[in-house]
């Protein structure tokens, strides 16, 4: 399956954007999708995931309450809505799908086999 992400660029501090996650080859239906993110000079970290019908998600601690993942399978598209970004969410984004391997690796990144090129967020401050 390939993915292809988009709907990042710059953006103040305070403001919203919202990712995009397009699968082509393959249904998302079948997968987990996450969203994960690389900051300049750190490690890939995860972000928020969700399961194959979308009833479940997951979210880390640094944005819980501010991002929200979707899914709309008809299209095979993932979301990543983000509202009161800070300059610390300046990163690059990378969506990524994967069969279940269990809950402990819902937020690692061998938890998943796919991945796209990432688009770029930028918050300024």
């Known amino acids: 399956v390939q993915l292809q992400a988009s709907g990042g660029g710059l953006v103040q501090a305070g403001g919203s954007l919202r990712l995009s996650c397009v699968a082509s080859?393959?249904?998302?239906?079948?997968?987990?999708i996450a969203w994960f993110r690389q900051a300049p000079g750190k490690e890939r970290e995860f972000v928020a995931h969700i399961n194959r019908s979308g009833m479940t998600t997951g979210y880390a601690d640094s944005v819980k309450g501010r991002f929200t993942i979707s899914k709309d399978n008809a299209k095979n598209t993932v979301y990543l809505q983000m509202n009161t970004l800070n300059p610390e969410d300046t990163a690059v984004y990378y969506c990524?799908?994967?069969?279940?391997?269990?809950?402990?690796?819902?937020?690692?990144?061998?938890?998943?086999?796919?991945w796209g090129q990432g688009t770029l967020v930028t918050v300024s401050s």
């Open positions: 080859g393959r249904t998302f239906f079948g997968f987990i």
């Open positions: 990524a799908a994967g069969s279940y391997k269990g809950e402990n690796r819902l937020r690692m990144l061998s938890g998943y086999d796919y």
